[in-house]
């Protein structure tokens, strides 16, 4: 894999966690969800205005047409496995900007996850 086809990849990962970062602050602002049949309009009207759900859904899209492009340039064995350094962008992401905590377990499972990953792009 060269340079630009791992940087279209890496590009479609990280749109993808700051998605999911954007859209866990959404609902944050919201609160916890509980749907009926009598709040399901406004609660999907209170979600579809909050900005960083905006914003998310935005980094969705965008992120979809990069992987695309990364998808053709690569095997999706290699994309695909790929995907998993988005649990480690999203676990510092959450920490740092939502103080969501990070316990020696989920480090020691990051860490799995490099060797993974470093293993994976070394094929």
């Known amino acids: 894999m060269?340079?630009?086809t791992f940087g279209f990849i890496f590009?479609?990962?990280c749109l993808n966690a700051v998605a999911q970062l954007l859209l866990k602050a959404g609902t944050?602002?919201?609160g916890a969800i509980h749907l009926t049949a009598d709040n399901w309009?406004?609660?999907g009207l209170k979600l579809a205005t909050q900005?960083?759900?905006i914003g998310g859904l935005s980094c969705y899209v965008i992120s979809v047409v990069v992987w695309i492009i990364g998808?053709?340039?690569v095997d999706v064995t290699i994309a695909y496995p790929l995907l998993s350094l988005g649990y480690i962008i999203n676990a510092v992401g959450a920490w740092y900007f939502l103080g969501e905590a990070v316990s020696m377990q989920r480090i020691l499972a990051i860490g799995v996850i490099i060797v993974g990953v470093v293993l994976l792009t070394r094929s």
Do not use: D, E, Q
């Open 2 to 4: 060269n340079l630009a």
């Open 71 to 73: 998808l053709s340039r």
């Open 41 to 43: 309009f406004a609660t």
């Open 51 to 53: 900005l960083p759900i």
């Open 11 to 13: 590009a479609g990962i």
């Open 28 to 30: 944050n602002a919201v």
